[in-house]
């Protein structure tokens, strides 16, 4: 059974960081690019950060370069979102995603960041 579970979210002060992961199972997931998105409310789900499954090679988001990092460990299966110097704007639900060679993607279940002070 695939999973995709989302960890890290919270509240966090302007300026703050924090870190979210998301641990997979049930598949092959070296293979897979992993992506995080986010659905702020009122707005549309949209691309944060993607890495690719070969070469880990990654994309932003321009809104969130120079402050997010996307990583991953294949060992673990996990992949992480660091997320520096966070603004009212990046309050969300973040989704973690698995996609493979365009066939239907895997999604998390989301993990709620808030900024606030």
Do not use: H
Request: proline fraction near 3%; aromatic fraction near 12%.
């Amino acid at each position: 059974q695939v999973q995709l579970v989302e960890s890290g979210g919270g509240l966090v002060q302007p300026g703050g960081s924090l870190r979210l992961s998301c641990a997979a199972s049930g598949f092959t997931f070296r293979w897979y690019s992993m992506s995080w998105y986010r659905q702020a409310p009122g707005k549309e789900r949209e691309l944060v950060a993607s890495i690719t499954s070969v070469g880990g090679v990654t994309n932003y988001a321009d809104s969130v370069k120079g402050r997010f990092t996307i990583s991953r460990d294949n060992a673990k299966n996990t992949v992480y979102l660091q997320m520096n110097s966070l603004n009212s704007e990046d309050t969300a639900v973040y989704y973690c995603n698995a996609n493979y060679r365009g066939s239907l993607p895997y999604w998390g279940k989301g993990t709620l960041v808030t900024v606030s002070s």
